[in-house]
T-cell receptor, first 116, second 114 residues
Framework: NAGVMQNPRHLVRRRGQEARLRCSPM?????VYWYRQLPEEGLKFMVY????????ESGMPKERFSAEFPKEGPSILRIQQVVRGDSAAYFC??????????????FGPGTRLTVT | AQSVTQPDIHITVSEGASLELRCNYS??????LFWYVQSPGQGLQLLLK??????LVQGIKGFEAEFKRSQSSFNLRKPSVHWSDAAEYFC????????????FGTGTRLTIIP
């Protein structure tokens, strides 16, 4: 069973361009989380999605950021008109279900976004 | 709102010595507690987790953690560290019950010296 896949692993964008980050959860997982890690900081929650639904987007910046998890295909985190402050590592995690003692989030390797 | 504090930003330990990384949380009830490890340029790997029951939890790679409700702590320990343990360690909590978003501490960077 392949782990959580993220691509690209590294992404360079100029200010004002769009960045699209993709996350394929583990097989059988229907819950996806996105986290952002700024340099020298811990991970900060951004958004929690289930198939075709945004469950919690309380950590998403109000502008320029959006996320989706369609019925088919990977989850996408989209950043429009990127600025230097968006430079960070973006991690995706997936889980098979919410709650319970067996609960665990499995993390992907991350996408490192650099805005020049 | 829940929060996690890792008071030690950087710890240096000699190979073979014991290790304890501190984690304190703030939450109204008993949350679900996790320790993750991140090697440079990599994603996060779960070391161990606590939901309920026995307050001493065993994890992978020889790590263990003890939940102490009275101190709101969940410290990570290892009796004898190996050079391969050098990494960043994150403590995290989630309230459970349908929204499992993790709140992370700022991390502790572990350096191992020969």
């Amino acid at each position: 069973n392949a782990g959580v896949m993220q691509n690209p692993r590294h992404l360079v964008r100029r200010r004002g361009q769009e960045a699209r980050l993709r996350c394929s959860p583990m097989k059988g997982h229907s819950h996806v989380y996105w986290y952002r890690q700024l340099p020298e900081e811990g991970l900060k929650f951004m958004v929690y999605l289930q198939k075709e639904n945004i469950i919690d987007e309380s950590g998403m910046p109000k502008e320029r950021f959006s996320a989706e998890f369609p019925k088919e295909g990977p989850s996408i985190l989209r950043i429009q008109q990127v600025v230097r402050g968006d430079s960070a590592a973006y991690f995706c995690a997936s889980s098979p279900d919410a709650g319970g003692p067996a609960y665990e989030q499995y993390f992907g390797p991350g996408t490192r976004l650099t805005v020049t | 709102a829940q929060s996690v504090t890792q008071p030690d930003i950087h710890i240096t330990v000699s190979e073979g010595a014991s290790l304890e990384l501190r984690c304190n949380y703030s939450y109204g009830a008993t949350p679900y507690l996790f320790w993750y490890v991140q090697s440079p340029g990599q994603g996060l790997q779960l070391l161990l987790k606590y939901f309920s029951g026995d307050t001493l939890v065993q994890g992978i790679k020889g790590f263990e953690a003890e939940f102490k409700r009275s101190q709101s702590s969940f410290n990570l320990r290892k009796p004898s560290v190996h050079w391969s343990d050098a990494a960043e360690y994150f403590c995290a909590v989630t309230p459970g019950f349908g929204n499992e978003k993790l709140t992370f501490g700022t991390g502790t960077r572990l350096t191992i010296i020969p």
